[in-house]
C-alpha cells in the first residue's frame, strides 16, 4: 500500500515563502513524474509544477519564477519551494505521483493535501 504524505502548509503574508513536503512510503517499486496541485475554495483544481525522474521542470504561468519543484529520488519525496507569495496562492495544495508498486500496473497517487494561506 502506496501513501503520500504532505507537510509544511501554514499561513503567511504576502511576499512571504514556504517549502512544502510530499514523501511516498510503502511497497514502491518505482517513481516517474511528481507534481504539485492546487485547489481554491470554488475553483478546480489546478496543475503548479511536474518533475521528472530525471529533474526536468515544467510550471504553471501563474508561479513561474516564484516556485520552485525538486525531488531527492533516495528519498522518494517531492518539494515545492514557494517565494514571493501573493493572497491568490491561497489554496489547498496536494502532491501526485506516478508509481509503480512491486507486482503491481503502475498509477497514480494522491496526497491528503495541505492547506496554504496568504494574507495580504
Known amino acids: 500500500q502506496v501513501q503520500l504524505v504532505e507537510s509544511g502548509g501554514g499561513s503567511v503574508q504576502a511576499g512571504g515563502s514556504l517549502k512544502l513536503s510530499c514523501a511516498a512510503s510503502g511497497n514502491i517499486f518505482s517513481i516517474n513524474d511528481m507534481a504539485w496541485y492546487r485547489q481554491a475554495p470554488g475553483k478546480q483544481r489546478e496543475l503548479v509544477a511536474t518533475?521528472?525522474?530525471?529533474?526536468?521542470?515544467t510550471y504553471a504561468d501563474a508561479v513561474k519564477g516564484r516556485f520552485t519543484i525538486s525531488r531527492d529520488n533516495a528519498k522518494n519525496t517531492v518539494y515545492l519551494q514557494m517565494n514571493s507569495l501573493k493572497p491568490e496562492d491561497t489554496a489547498v495544495y496536494y502532491c501526485?505521483?506516478?508509481?509503480?508498486?512491486?507486482?503491481?500496473?503502475?498509477?497514480?497517487?494522491w496526497g491528503q493535501g495541505t492547506q496554504v494561506t496568504v494574507s495580504a
Open positions: 518533475i521528472t525522474r530525471a529533474g526536468s521542470t
Open positions: 501526485n505521483a506516478d508509481i509503480a508498486e512491486w507486482g503491481r500496473v503502475r498509477r497514480g497517487y
